[in-house]
């Protein structure tokens, strides 16, 4: 079986995502953000699947186009992090979108993305949507 590399964490690819955020905080106010806990092993096709799934479902549900753009925001929880927190080590995974958004386009984000994550058989808890005039 071949061993899928895993999410690698930050660099340019960070910076560039939150100037991206800060754009729209700027345009519109605000930001929207979906985080996940994701316990397990998660690899680039992994999440590849699930953001592709995302995009397709939106389209397909009418809700395609620029303002239904999203970056992904990575950051591995590691024993140090998991300790101070109390929690488990895995990824902390947001998918963040401009402005506030309506409720049925939030649960159709959260439904795909964790039938995304049970398809993958990955163990996963979401934390619940997070929205508003402050920054991610």
């Not at 927190?85 to 998918?95: E, L, M, P």
Request: aromatic content about 10%.
């Amino acid at each position: 079986m071949k061993k899928m590399k895993p999410i690698m964490k930050g660099g340019k690819k960070k910076m560039e995502n939150d100037t991206v955020i800060e754009h729209w905080m700027n345009q519109h106010g605000c930001v929207t953000s979906y985080p996940f806990m994701i316990y397990g092993p998660m690899t680039v096709k992994d999440n590849a699947i699930i953001n592709k799934g995302l995009t397709v479902t939106l389209i397909d549900k009418g809700y395609g186009g620029s303002d239904f753009r999203f970056v992904q925001l990575t950051e591995e929880v590691d024993v140090e992090a998991a300790e101070m927190y109390n929690i488990n080590r895995g990824w902390n995974i947001q998918w963040v979108f401009p402005g506030e958004l309506e409720k049925e386009v939030s649960s159709i984000i959260t439904e795909t993305i964790e039938e995304g994550l049970n398809f993958l058989r990955l163990t996963h808890n979401f934390l619940g949507v997070m929205g508003g005039k402050d920054y991610v």
